[in-house]
């Protein structure tokens, strides 16, 4: 099993462009979540889903917009990238109570 | 608003001693988790603890829960300087909500 993988591992967009992170997960999981990780500030929730089809805010969900169309994927989007977004983002998921398994990592840099 | 509060916020200890790390937190719980994450990868999944369990071992690691005081420690025997990394705590609160993680606390064990 490749667990949870992310697509890409790097990236640099410019102000007001947009792109999408994909995070795929090969375990059946019911749960999917995206976090962002910055400096100090610990890992804090943008946007988690229950199932396929279901998608809820987290924490900071302001300027992201996810989708589950699949119960294996959960895509996070960002319209109109802004500096502030600038962070390492992380997908998880898990079949609830149990423990989260984490994906490598997308390191974005917004100019 | 985050939950778990790690305590201290970085530790660095001599390969062999003893690491205790400690996590506060507010409201009842179904379980407490700890990750380990080290630099610039993903976290991962320790020991779960349920809420209905005062200590469990797994290797190295001790993890102690006290739901009167809302608290659990995190207890790394004869560190390693493997073992240098940032440790999260995480709880799972009761009403099937997201993970809530603190800011973790760095590591680093000197060889």
């Known amino acids: 099993n490749a667990g949870v993988t992310q697509t890409p591992k790097f990236r640099v967009l410019k102000t007001g462009q947009s792109m999408t992170l994909l995070c795929a997960q090969d375990?059946?999981?019911?749960?999917m979540y995206w976090y962002r990780q910055d400096p100090g500030m610990g890992l804090r929730l943008i946007h988690y889903?229950?199932?396929?089809?279901?998608?809820a805010k987290g924490e900071v969900p302001d300027g992201y917009n996810v989708s589950r169309l699949k119960k294996q994927n959960f895509l996070l989007g960002l319209e109109s990238a802004a500096p502030s977004q600038t962070s390492v983002y992380f997908c998880?998921?898990?079949?609830?109570?149990?423990?989260?398994?984490f994906g490598p990592g997308t390191r974005l840099t917004v100019l | 608003s985050q939950q778990g509060e790690e305590d201290p916020q970085a530790l660095s200890i001599q390969e062999g001693e003893n690491a205790t790390m400690n996590c506060s937190y507010k409201t009842s719980i179904n379980n407490l988790q700890w990750y380990r994450q080290n630099s610039g990868r993903g976290l991962v999944h320790l020991i779960l603890i349920r809420s209905n369990e005062r200590e469990k071992h797994s290797g190295r690691l001790r993890v102690t829960l006290d739901t009167s005081k809302k608290s659990s420690s995190l207890l790394i025997t004869a560190s390693r300087a493997a073992d240098t990394a940032s440790y999260f705590c995480a709880t799972d609160a009761i009403g099937n909500t997201p993970l809530v993680f603190g800011k973790g606390t760095r590591l680093s064990v000197i060889a």
């Open positions: 998880a998921s898990k079949i609830y109570p149990n423990e989260q398994f």
């Open positions: 375990m059946n999981h019911e749960y």
């Open positions: 889903s229950v199932g396929e089809g279901t998608t």
